[in-house]
């Protein structure tokens, strides 16, 4: 069995979203699945950020900012969709958000389709000695 970086954090993030997909299927809006699993992680007790505002850099300069749906425990960041199939843009814009962060891993969680999809990324172009390294002291909770 291959083991993931921060694979236990992931484990958690992912077995919140199966109870809120079992919970209310698929057919709501995409903010109504955000604030069913901001639900589930206060539950058991992981530290987040929702819509946490993110900056995005080009070659080491800060050029815009975008929020992120979830930021776990300043390290993962977690982007949701309630839409039936995603599609190959959707998988590429997290890899995309993933390096403009400089965030290391993220999660890409559907929940729009009949059974829950989601995808584990890790960032390649991860550097962990950058300047704009996503150490973040705000919380939402």
Known sequence: ME???YGEITEKI???AFRVHTTLGNGFQ???YQRALEIEF???QLDFSREFEMPIYYRDQQIGTRR???LVRNIISVELKAIIKLEEVHLAQ???YLEAYNLEVGLLINFGSKKLEFHRFTNKKYRADSFHHAVFSHKSH
Request: hydrophobic share 55%; net charge negative.
């Open 94 to 96: 997290a890899i995309n």
């Open 3 to 5: 083991t993931f970086k």
């Open 68 to 70: 992120v749906d979830f």
């Open 30 to 32: 995409e903010v109504i």
């Open 14 to 16: 992912i077995g919140a």
């Open 42 to 44: 206060n539950t058991i």
